[in-house]
Every structure is written in C-alpha cells, then in structure tokens.
C-alpha cells in the first residue's frame, strides 16, 4: 500500500513552546491530507483538513489558531502546536487518501507537554 | 454527523479461536474499509471494499461489503497473539470527498 511518514514520533516539550509535526507521502501525491487526534482508548477524532494550496478546513470546536496547518506541496503537511498547554498532550495522527479512497495513515506523534 | 456502530467494543477471546466483528451505518456506504491500529502506531489498512456484497480476504482476514450497503464485517481465523490491537471500520460518508468516518473500534485481547 502507499507509505505515509509521520514525524517525530514522540515529542516532549515544556508549556507555552510549539512544537511541528510533519506528515509526507513518500510515493504517491496527496491534494488532501488529514489530521486526527486520538485519546487513550478512543477512536480517531478528524481536527482538520488539509488542503493544498489553500486554508485548512477545521472541524468544529478546533482552534485554528492553536493548531496551525500548512499544505505546502503535494506531498506534505505540517500541524504546528502553538502555545502547548498540558491538555494538548495527546497522540496526532495524519493520513492521506489515494485516488481509490483507500486512507493511509502516518506512525502517529505522542505529545507530550510538561 | 454521521455515525458508525462498530461492536462489540471489546473481546477476549483464546487464541486459535475465530473472531468476528461488524460495522453499521444508518446511510449507504460506497467503501468500507478496515484498520488495525497498535498500540503507539498508526492505523494500518487491512482490507478495502468497494461493492456490495463483495468478499475479499488478506491471509487469516476475511472482510465482507453487506448487500445493502450499510454495514460490513471482519472475521480473522485461527487467531494468533500478534492478532491483538484496536481494529476500526472506516468509510467515507456519501458525497463526502473528504474525510473519513470511523467505527468506534474493536478491542481485541488474543490469551496463550
């Protein structure tokens, strides 16, 4: 299937400081990727759209100014965390579908904000 | 929005045994899909469906596209423990070419 790469894996970062999450895809080209946040135990909760070439489409009660995304080419988009607080500490997951509908999805970000 | 009823939510089950679990919607699906997810990874597509009433197996998994087209099931034979995870049913809600609504997730606990 078609590769997503996600990175860092795992970030830790103090209070107040940002943090950026990028999300590639290495073999196909992605006019649209996603970005979700998962709690332990949960299912995958979709933040925001990313569309590129244009504005991110963010789902309803996702600060867009808290979490910034960028689409800069076809085959990238980056989530920045602005101002992390605690509670933004979570898993971040990216994905990108294919032509077919089929969604590939990255290894996911562990945040960490202490 | 739009919802999928994904059960059951967890399952304990002796490894060797079968698995099943299934996915419900209220609206026709075009496509099913079904993820596995591990524990601090990412969700890893096992089987995508595109019409109804279509079968189609990867190894030990079995997936069906119900006849109707709104609801759709998994089966993995003769589990074994790597068979332990989160596993969800995906699809993309009619007229939407953007995202993906998920299932709730299946718990699965493969014991020695």
């Known amino acids: 299937g078609a590769v997503v790469s996600q990175h860092p894996s795992r970030v830790i970062c103090k209070s107040g400081t940002s943090v950026k999450i990028e999300c590639r895809s290495l073999?196909?080209?992605?006019?649209?990727m996603f970005w979700y946040r998962q709690f332990p135990k949960k299912s995958l909760m979709l933040m925001a759209t990313?569309?590129?070439?244009?504005?991110?489409?963010?789902e309803q009660g996702v600060e867009k100014d808290k979490f910034l995304i960028n689409h800069a080419s076809l085959t990238l988009s980056t989530l920045t965390v602005t101002s992390a607080h605690p509670e933004d500490s979570s898993f971040y997951i990216c994905?990108?579908?294919?032509?077919?509908?089929?969604?590939?999805f990255g290894q996911g970000t562990r945040l960490t904000v202490v | 929005g739009q919802q999928l009823n994904q059960s059951p939510q967890s399952m304990f089950i002796q490894e060797g045994e079968d698995v099943s679990m299934n996915c419900t919607s209220s609206?026709?699906?075009?496509?099913w899909l079904w993820y596995k997810q591990d524990p601090g990874e990412g969700p890893v597509l096992l089987i995508a469906?595109?019409?109804?009433?279509e079968l189609t197996s990867n190894g030990r998994l079995t997936a069906q596209f119900g006849i109707t087209r709104k609801d759709s099931f998994l089966n993995i034979s003769a589990s074994i423990p790597s068979d332990v995870g989160i596993y969800f049913c995906?699809?993309?809600?009619?007229?939407?070419?953007?995202?993906?609504?998920f299932g709730s997730g299946t718990q699965l606990t493969v014991l020695p």
């Open positions: 994905s990108a579908r294919t032509r077919l509908q089929e969604a590939f």
């Open positions: 073999d196909f080209q992605a006019t649209t």
């Open positions: 990313s569309n590129e070439g244009s504005k991110a489409t963010y």
């Open positions: 609206s026709i699906f075009n496509t």
């Open positions: 469906l595109y019409k109804a009433g």
């Open positions: 995906a699809g993309p809600p009619p007229g939407s070419a953007r995202q993906l609504t």
